[in-house]
């Protein structure tokens, strides 16, 4: 049976426009339209910041000051960095990523039923879409921290127990690694790190499995569309395929996988807290047309009650909570197509 979401079918008036698209360009001298050339050529493949996470365990004074400044320069010049001896084993997550290539292969028909997941827990393709440039050409598990030991219960007869129990082990570990993180850029910030202990909490966090299938339009389709994350940060455990993508400078760049690394970015929540310091870059995955892609990211989130303000003046952006945030990135996505994030929220916003 197969295993891959119909895109081609779901979306084949897309597709279809897209011929048309590229057939007028052959007859026309006037410049693409916006959509026909999706996936943007990459000039340079970039290494991320690498962080040793030893010295804030075992280091004395000046390496834990060390290690903590990296960070925060990372966070600041890129919003994205990586991570070493950060807690997490290597049996954790190579049991995690077995866990979840074992689930995706099932068939499609099987993971579309909702009676044998939790309700919302699998996603694939954007049925927002109404152009290529906003379709998502994989499939993912979005999986509350809440709902990991019944989110696979039914599955298979129960023959994802195992998967639960990966998923809980991976989760739990990752959970105090971004604590650990969000604690420490609070302090370069002279902020308060106990806000996170006190508004983080694992209810409201939760846990997002991808696959990104092989798919046959790599230069016009993506495999997640450019976004930024609507967190405080995120926490990405990628296979070696590659197909990470970032935004630095005005140009994007490819992301080299490092097998021993943890992926961290900083999301549009943190930099609103720390009024701009932090940023939150914008990113994507580009599709490969041999080859499948796994992904697991863990976003840490605050409740939904929680203000967020800079405590600085003058302030970016003004105070909001994390409702808000989220009701309104939903609104402008179902209105606009896309997500407008952070802008909407600054304090000269229209």
């Keep these: 049976m197969e295993i891959d979401p119909p895109f081609r079918e779901a979306y084949k008036d897309l597709l279809i426009d897209k011929k048309k698209q590229m057939k007028q360009m052959k007859n026309s001298s006037a410049p693409p339209l916006?959509?026909?050339?999706?996936?943007?050529?990459?000039?340079?493949?970039?290494?991320?910041?690498?962080?040793?996470?030893?010295?804030l365990v075992t280091g004395g004074p000046l390496e834990r000051e060390q290690c903590k400044n990296q960070m925060?320069?990372?966070?600041?010049?890129?919003?994205?960095?990586?991570?070493?001896?950060?807690?997490?084993?290597?049996?954790?997550?190579?049991?995690?990523?077995?866990?979840?290539?074992?689930?995706?292969?099932?068939?499609?028909?099987?993971?579309k039923e909702e009676d044998k997941f939790s309700a919302g827990t699998y996603r694939w393709g954007t049925p927002t879409a109404t152009c290529l440039r906003q379709l998502a050409w994989s499939e993912a598990f979005?999986?509350?921290?809440?709902?990991?030991?019944?989110?696979?219960?039914?599955?298979?007869?129960?023959?994802?127990?195992?998967?639960?129990?990966?998923?809980?082990?991976?989760?739990?570990?990752?959970?105090?690694?971004?604590q650990k993180?969000?604690?420490?850029?609070?302090?370069?910030?002279?902020?308060?790190?106990s806000f996170f202990e006190e508004n983080c909490v694992p209810s409201s966090c939760y846990l997002r499995m991808n696959r990104y299938p092989p798919c046959p339009f790599p230069a016009e389709v993506f495999g997640l569309v450019p976004h930024t994350d609507s967190d405080f940060l995120t926490i990405l455990h990628q296979d070696q395929v590659?197909?990470?993508?970032?935004?630095?400078?005005?140009?994007?760049?490819?992301?080299?996988?490092?097998?021993q690394a943890l992926i961290i970015n900083i999301g549009d929540l943190f930099q609103a807290w720390s009024n701009g310091a932090y940023k939150s870059v914008e990113h994507r995955v580009v599709t490969n047309p041999n080859v499948e892609r796994f992904s697991t990211a863990y976003f840490f989130c605050p409740s939904y009650d929680t203000e967020i303000e800079s405590g600085c003046e003058p302030s970016i952006y003004r105070r909001f909570s994390f409702k808000e945030y989220r009701q309104q990135v939903q609104e402008d996505v179902q209105k606009l197509g896309y997500k407008v994030g952070l802008p909407r929220f600054a304090v000269n916003a229209i």
């Design 34 to 55: 916006s959509d026909t050339a999706v996936v943007s050529n990459i000039i340079e493949e970039c290494e991320l910041p690498l962080i040793d996470l030893q010295p």
């Design 72 to 111: 925060a320069r990372a966070s600041r010049e890129w919003g994205f960095f990586q991570v070493v001896n950060h807690g997490v084993s290597r049996e954790i997550l190579d049991r995690m990523r077995k866990e979840q290539m074992k689930v995706f292969k099932q068939p499609f028909e099987r993971k």
């Design 142 to 178: 979005h999986i509350p921290m809440t709902d990991i030991s019944t989110s696979f219960d039914d599955v298979g007869g129960g023959s994802f127990n195992s998967l639960s129990s990966a998923i809980e082990q991976f989760a739990t570990t990752v959970a105090d690694l971004a």
């Design 181 to 193: 993180l969000a604690e420490t850029l609070a302090e370069n910030l002279g902020r308060k790190s």
């Design 242 to 259: 590659g197909g990470l993508q970032l935004v630095k400078d005005g140009r994007w760049f490819a992301v080299k996988p490092n097998p």
